[in-house]
């Protein structure tokens, strides 16, 4: 799970921080809300609503990428139900996880879909045909294409993973629901941007969009009363 105080070492970031510009800490969020607002003077009566911005990052792996699976399209609660009895069982690693009975992934609560997800995942990593640890390492655009070369893992799962788990800068996952809706929000919109819409007006927060995308996240929070960030 993630811990926005960053209580593990950040030596898993410090490898990229050498090949590109990431985020890693809370200066970072901080420096990029100073520029988005230079970018976009729109933004800063946003960053005034929002309070603070979560960092909300999370070791690269298994655990990371398996957490964000399970809270794709279900409320939070539900997601952190199942999630609280995937880590009771045991260390979330492909691995563990590739090596758990039918009967025991069963009681977890997950879709049929998600259940296979998983496994697939799993036992990719776990037999050596897909090294999660590292794809951070890879331009984004690269990297969202090996992992959604994965079964039953989309453009949202791997945005989401390279946001929070690599801490990659300029990502914005417009297909969000809670984002295109804070948007919207924001902006006085008659309605929800649809996802290339939305793509398009984030290009202006360019290079720092996954800090826009935090920053929207905490609007739609302090506004929703309601916390809709993946579970990472």
């Given at each position: 799970?993630?811990?926005s105080?960053m209580?593990?070492?950040?030596r898993?970031?410090e490898r990229?921080?050498?090949?590109?510009?990431?985020?890693?800490d809370h200066?970072?969020i901080e420096?990029?809300?100073?520029a988005?607002v230079?970018?976009?003077?729109?933004?800063?009566a946003?960053?005034?609503?929002?309070?603070?911005?979560?960092l909300?990052l999370?070791?690269p792996?298994?655990?990371?990428?398996?957490?964000?699976?399970?809270s794709?399209?279900?409320?939070r609660?539900?997601a952190?139900?199942?999630?609280r009895?995937i880590?009771?069982v045991?260390?979330?690693?492909?691995?563990?996880?590739?090596?758990?009975?039918?009967?025991?992934?069963a009681?977890?609560?997950?879709?049929?879909?998600?259940?296979?997800?998983?496994l697939?995942?799993?036992?990719?990593?776990s037999?050596?045909?897909?090294d999660?640890d590292?794809?951070?390492?890879?331009?984004t655009?690269?990297?969202?294409?090996?992992?959604?070369?994965?079964p039953?893992?989309?453009?949202?799962?791997a945005?989401?993973y390279?946001?929070?788990?690599?801490?990659?800068?300029?990502?914005?996952p417009?297909?969000?629901?809670?984002?295109?809706?804070?948007?919207?929000h924001?902006f006085g919109?008659?309605?929800?941007?649809l996802?290339k819409?939305?793509a398009s007006?984030?290009?202006?927060?360019?290079?720092?969009?996954?800090?826009?995308a935090?920053?929207f996240?905490?609007?739609?929070?302090?506004?929703?009363?309601?916390?809709v960030?993946p579970l990472?």
């Open positions: 799970m993630a811990s105080a209580l593990f070492d950040k898993p970031w990229l921080k050498g090949l590109m510009d990431i985020i890693r200066s970072d420096a990029g809300l100073d988005l230079r970018l976009d003077p729109r933004l800063e946003i960053v005034e609503a929002s309070g603070p911005v979560p909300r999370s070791r792996g298994f655990e990371g990428l398996a957490s964000i699976i399970v794709q399209m279900v409320s609660a539900s952190e139900a199942i999630w009895r880590t009771a045991g260390p979330v690693t492909a691995a563990d996880y590739a090596a758990l009975s039918p009967d025991v992934v009681t977890f609560g997950l879709s049929r879909v998600k259940a296979a997800t998983l697939n995942l799993s036992t990719a990593i037999e050596g045909r897909f999660l590292t794809i951070g390492e890879f331009e655009a690269e990297a969202i294409r090996r992992i959604t070369a994965l039953g893992i989309g453009p949202w799962t945005e989401v390279l946001m929070f788990s690599s801490g990659h800068r300029d990502i914005f417009a297909g969000d629901v809670a984002l295109q809706a804070a948007v919207a924001a919109l008659e309605a929800r941007p996802a819409n939305l007006m984030a290009e202006l927060w360019s290079p720092w969009r996954s800090v826009a935090r920053l996240w905490a609007y739609y929070a302090a506004k929703m009363r309601r916390s960030t990472v």
